[in-house]
């Protein structure tokens, strides 16, 4: 893990949530972000980290999968982040 100060972390953070919010980066490019500029680790150590497969993040990560909402998420919680479904307002004319 690299060792960051609490501002550097939480700039990384900030620019994350940014990058989200304005949907300028895909699910896939957000956690490798986490992997390599929060935790400085390769995709084989982050997958154990995270328990899920070598392949499977890879594959997120590259955008070549639709993955299940709890594997997204177990990805993306060291970096603070969860992904949830929300059902869109209705509009009525």
Not at 2 to 5: F, W
Not at 79 to 89: D, E, I, V
């Given at each position: 893990m690299?060792?960051?100060?609490a501002?550097?972390?939480r700039?990384?953070?900030?620019?994350?949530?940014?990058s989200l919010?304005?949907?300028?980066?895909?699910?896939?490019?957000?956690i490798k972000?986490?992997?390599?500029?929060?935790?400085?680790?390769?995709?084989?150590q982050?997958?154990k980290f995270?328990k899920?497969?070598?392949k499977?993040l890879r594959?997120i990560e590259?955008?070549n999968?639709d993955?299940r909402i709890?594997v997204?998420?177990?990805?993306?919680?060291p970096?603070?982040?969860?992904?949830?479904?929300?059902?869109?307002?209705q509009?009525?004319?």
């Open positions: 690299l060792n960051l100060s501002n550097e972390r700039a990384i953070i900030n620019k994350l949530e940014q919010m304005n949907g300028e980066e895909h699910i896939g490019i957000i972000s986490i992997r390599t500029e929060l935790y400085g680790m390769t995709q084989t982050y997958a995270v899920v497969s070598d499977t594959d590259k955008g999968t993955p709890s997204v998420n177990k990805l993306l919680k970096g603070g982040f969860r992904l949830s479904a929300r059902k869109a307002a509009i009525s004319l």
